[in-house]
């Protein structure tokens, strides 16, 4: 019975406002990179002695129930609830079976209205009632009826609601936190890298960019980032390896082995908000966290071809940037994974959007090697030109790549040769390649102003 | 405690190490302890403050990143555009939230740069609620509201305070002095009344917390990427009567489907692909009705009838009121266009893209595609080529071959320009008229690539393929092991002898390219006619007699097993 008292003097306190005002309440959010976030709600709670219910209803929506738990002085507690029964009006009417409803008939004709009591016997299809010792079907004639229930049924809410049964030792009110786990809640981060083609500068800015689809609102929240993800086991909100896109290029060319200056936790970097900020529902927010200039960076070009690739017209070759993220010579931070976008000057000065890359978690002191999409003057035709078969279990394949460049200046072109398994052999080649790895060879072309350059190559391999 | 001190002290080592270099900070802090002495104001209590509308504007527009040389396609626009707004700002002193109204609809909030802001960006913020019925009685749940119902005898319209209780499930439960109800279930008349929007917009909004130790008016430009744009280069090639030259004209379309129009903006579109991530989708509630669900309405007369309620789209995908609005200026009448058109794009580079600038400002408006004339070539001299492309292991029924216009993309031939992907169509003039001969795809083309043209099958010009006969050599054939060391299985040498005969019904001689696939490991060894070799593959390049015929022979070698 004192349940019930708390849980309508609860609504009806809700029904006036927020229960409990944003003064004696204290957010904390904890956001991780993987759609992931510990809530802490710290508030004061009025407790009486002996069981009772005590309601949260504005915890996020997408609330993993499981991770639920109440701190506070002197009580403990008996079960918790997390109801999502929500109100609607078919809810309202399936609850009211076998209940009293008001009806109120409108007459068409006069616009008399007639009230009447009623019983609702069912609601499957459609609604049947009994009216004194009469059984309708409600609104079969299609005329104008209204149904007036006395109250909303004490487990239908209007949000989804978390209700927790404790048994308090003394009455009185206490500090208590409550802490919770959602997805719903994620950050990364977006990097604006401006490039001066001039003298082969960067520009970089990085914004953390946190998106809140957790269905509340969370106010003047102290906001604490953590670059990492923390491993979850199965059923949390964490992508399942084969959703998420294959790494087609390495970014990471050289892993850093440098100390940034950023709080830790364990193997993650903190990045905390100095402001408390309110985290409104759907609402896409940036703070920025980076902002350095004139870090050196180079423009080169990148052909991957797979294995007996050949192609009737040239393809383009990507576009690389390459930059450090060391402390000389570098942006001089570890970079949180996320988006990086590059632009650069057109002819009238205004910045225009060339590409963008995707990083992963960067350690200080790498060397960051980002494509931004194909260069249109800059292509190579890879062709099989030859495929002889020498015995029965031994093939020589002769390759040829023709680079063009239409640009008015001259450019090297990183030429890779993929998919070589470690058996093949380059028995011959025109200009001299490096074995980057058993599976890749690589070659440096430089390709003239306005011109051609070809290499040839001949693999020995079995099967 | 160790670690932190001995952390701090690398700290210190390394911002001395590039304090000339590195300007790493978080601004809030920064910010926050400059201005702890001046002002009191916290992000909670900041200012509204609304930007001016946009003084200027720029609108360069990328092409779907995916997509294939076709056209666009107007109910699925899958490129982008950067826009960038000028726009004059007031700035109280203290905190303020400024507010960008009017940006496009599909803004990548991630992407929103601010610049010119004296240097105190607290933080960016792109609201996801935008006013809306559903969202205006989302925003009042639990909140007073005035129902109205309307007695449809009287005219009379009763005016009842109430509260709305839930708006869950798209239906309304509200609350008055009669007790519960549902709204519109009745059958009556009955909608809300609110006192007030909240803090909902009416438009996409991008909003700025900025700190400034002083009033002050700056002009902020403010860039951004959208989606829910597109453009393509639209290409129409004029055959000469006599077929040795053709005149290449193109339009460049491109296309906003976005609820927001862009007035005298500079337009620029880029050629050449871009990379593009699939960024976190950022959360928007584009907003709907109020759908009024209901309990079950099934009557006793009508078989059981589950009730269709409209669904609220996404911003974009409304395509039936985005096609009824679209103006397509049409590509097809390249004869009547060719002297409207005198003004073209200019073309500039842009790193390694290709940049076009329309040459005067435009208004990009909202649901709109529109044409700039992209280039005018003419007298192109260009080679008719038929050919066939044959699998040499199987026999052919006589099929037509095709067709191929083929010039080179340097200034001796009239072009020497880049040319961006897009749909290519080919007219032939019939005295005054054109006629359409064949559409087909063209990809990037720098300067001096070869450029091809389809102009689909030539019916007069037939292709048969014949294997005459096979010889099976296993002597000749290298030992296979199936076990190493055990047993051998031959492997066999095979020789084909292969017959193609290309007729041609036409009264003039033609340059024809049969080109062969063989099995892999397979060399043509001998032939009747001088064989090549393009990207790999042989080639004979033959010339085939008006009214005439040619037959070729060639015999192949590969190994099986």
């Given at each position: ?5 708390l ?99 409108v ?164 990045y ?20 350095v ?8 070009y ?5 294995w ?67 260069a249109?003057?800059?292509k ?22 023709e ?38 060879a ?22 | ?71 666009i ?5 899958g ?21 960008f ?10 992407s ?51 509260t ?13 002095s ?33 700190r ?21 280069a ?37 050629a ?71 003004k ?84 032939a ?28 099958d ?104």
């Amino acid at each position: 019975m004192a349940a019930r008292l708390l849980v309508i003097g609860c609504m009806l306190c809700l029904l006036a406002g927020a229960p409990i005002s944003a003064a004696d309440r204290s957010l904390s959010v904890t956001i991780y990179a993987g759609d992931l976030a510990l809530v802490q709600d710290r508030r004061d709670i009025e407790v009486k002695a002996g069981r009772q219910r005590i309601e949260f209803q504005d915890v996020s929506a997408q609330i993993r129930p499981e991770t639920v738990s109440l701190t506070a002085a002197d009580i403990s507690i008996v079960e918790q609830n997390f109801d999502f029964d929500l109100l609607t009006p078919a809810k309202l009417m399936e609850k009211a079976v076998g209940q009293e409803v008001t009806i109120v008939r409108v007459n068409p004709a006069t616009g008399a209205e007639t009230r009447e009591q009623a019983q609702v016997l069912a609601t499957n299809g459609g609604v049947v009632l009994k009216i004194g010792q009469r059984i309708e079907v409600l609104r079969d004639d299609g005329l104008p009826v209204r149904v007036i229930f006395d109250k909303v049924p004490d487990n239908l809410r209007a949000r989804p609601t978390l209700s927790v049964t404790v048994i308090g030792g003394h009455a009185g009110t206490r500090p208590a936190t409550l802490s919770y786990l959602t997805p719903g809640l994620g950050w990364k981060a977006d990097y604006v890298a401006l490039y001066n083609e001039a003298d082969s500068k960067v520009d970089v800015q990085g914004w953390v960019t946190l998106t809140n689809s957790s269905g509340v609102t969370y106010d003047n929240a102290q906001t604490l980032l953590v670059a990492g993800s923390p491993t979850q086991a199965e059923g949390g909100a964490r992508q399942p390896a084969y959703y998420r896109v294959p790494q087609s290029r390495p970014t990471v060319q050289q892993a850093g082995t440098e100390s940034g200056s950023r709080e830790r936790l364990g193997d993650y970097y903190l990045y905390p908000l100095a402001e408390r900020t309110t985290i409104a529902n759907l609402q896409t927010k940036q703070v920025s966290f980076l902002d350095v200039h004139g870090v050196p960076a180079e423009h080169g070009y990148e052909f991957r071809n797979h294995w007996l690739g050949t192609a009737e017209t040239p393809q383009s070759a990507k576009s690389i940037y390459a930059f450090s993220t060391s402390a000389h010579a570098g942006l001089g931070d570890q970079l949180p994974a996320g988006i990086l976008r590059f632009y650069m000057r057109d002819k009238r000065g205004d910045p225009q959007f060339i590409g963008e890359s995707r990083i992963d978690h960067t350690p200080m002191g790498s060397t960051l090697s980002l494509a931004t999409g194909d260069a249109f003057d800059v292509k190579v035709r890879a062709v099989v030109d030859k495929r002889t078969r020498l015995n029965s279990t031994e093939w020589q394949s002769d390759m040829r790549y023709e680079l063009t460049n239409a640009l008015p200046r001259p450019v090297t072109v990183k030429l890779l040769q993929e998919g070589l398994w470690g058996d093949a052999r380059i028995s011959a080649e025109s200009i001299k390649s490096t074995r980057r790895s058993a599976e890749v060879a690589e070659w440096a072309v430089m390709v003239p102003a306005n011109g051609k350059a070809s290499v040839t190559a001949t693999f020995d391999t079995r099967y | 405690m160790r670690a932190a001190s001995k952390r701090g002290a690398t700290n210190r080592a390394a911002s001395k190490r590039d304090a000339t270099h590195r300007r790493v900070r978080f601004v809030i802090l920064t910010l926050g302890l400059a201005a702890a002495g001046a002002q009191a104001a916290t992000p909670a209590n900041a200012v509204d403050d609304l930007a001016e509308q946009p003084s200027d504007l720029s609108v360069t527009v990328y092409r779907a990143p995916y997509r294939g040389s076709g056209s666009i396609d107007l109910n699925t626009l899958g490129g982008f555009a950067l826009i960038s707004e000028t726009r004059t700002v007031h700035l109280p002193a203290g905190v303020s939230r400024l507010r960008f109204e009017g940006v496009a609809d599909g803004i990548e909030a991630a992407s929103a740069i601010v610049t010119g802001l004296p240097d105190g960006i607290v933080e960016k913020n792109r609201e996801g609620k935008l006013l809306s019925p559903s969202a205006l009685v989302a925003a009042a749940v639990g909140r007073p509201v005035t129902l109205l119902r309307t007695n449809q005898k009287t005219g009379k319209l009763t005016r009842l305070a109430g509260t709305i209780r839930a708006d869950a499930g798209g239906g309304a439960v509200f609350e008055t002095s009669e007790g519960i109800e549902a709204l519109r279930c009745s059958g009556l008349p009955e909608s809300f009344s609110f006192s007030g929007i909240g803090d909902l917009s009416a438009k996409p909004t991008l909003s700025v917390l900025v700190r400034s130790s002083e009033a002050l008016t700056r002009t902020v430009t403010l860039s951004y990427l959208a989606s829910g744009f597109d453009w393509a280069a639209d290409y129409v090639a004029t055959l000469s009567a006599d077929g040795k030259s053709m005149e290449l004209g193109a339009w460049v379309t491109l296309a906003n489907g976005n609820g927001v129009g862009f007035p005298a903006a500079q337009t620029q579109v880029v050629a050449g692909r871009v990379n593009r991530e699939s960024g976190t989708v950022e959360p928007l509630d584009a907003g709907g009705p109020i759908l009024a669900q209901c309990w079950p309405r099934g009557s006793t007369s009508d078989p059981p009838q589950y009730l269709q309620f409209a669904r609220a789209l996404p911003l974009g995908a409304d395509n039936e009121s985005l096609l009824q609005n679209v103006v397509v200026t049409a590509m097809a009448a390249p004869a009547a266009m060719r002297f409207l058109a005198k003004k073209t794009v200019e073309q500039e580079e842009l790193g390694d893209l290709k940049l076009y600038r329309v040459p005067d400002r435009t208004t990009v408006a909202s649901r709109q595609s529109k044409q700039v004339r992209l280039l005018d070539r003419s007298r192109v001299p260009v080679s008719r080529v038929y050919g066939a492309d044959l699998a040499s292991e199987e026999d052919a029924a006589p099929a037509p071959a095709h067709l191929l216009l083929r010039t080179v993309n340097n200034a001796a031939n009239h072009l020497g320009l880049p040319l961006p992907s897009g749909k290519v169509a080919v007219f032939a003039a019939r005295g005054d008229a054109q006629l359409l001969l064949h559409e087909s795809g063209m990809h990037d083309l720098a300067v001096n690539e070869e450029l091809e043209l389809e102009l689909g099958d030539a019916e007069d010009v037939q292709v048969t393929a014949v294997k005459n006969e096979a010889i099976l050599d296993p002597l000749r054939a290298p030992l296979v092991p199936l076990v190493p060391g055990a047993l051998a299985l031959r492997a066999a040498g095979v020789s084909e002898i292969h017959r193609v005969a290309i007729s041609n019904a036409l009264a003039t001689e033609i340059l024809f390219e049969l080109r062969l696939r063989l099995p892999e490991g397979g060399r043509v060894v001998s032939a009747d006619h001088p064989v090549a070799a393009k990207n790999g593959r042989p080639i004979f390049r033959l010339t085939i007699p008006a009214n005439g015929s040619v037959t070729v022979r060639y015999q192949t070698q590969h190994t099986t097993g």
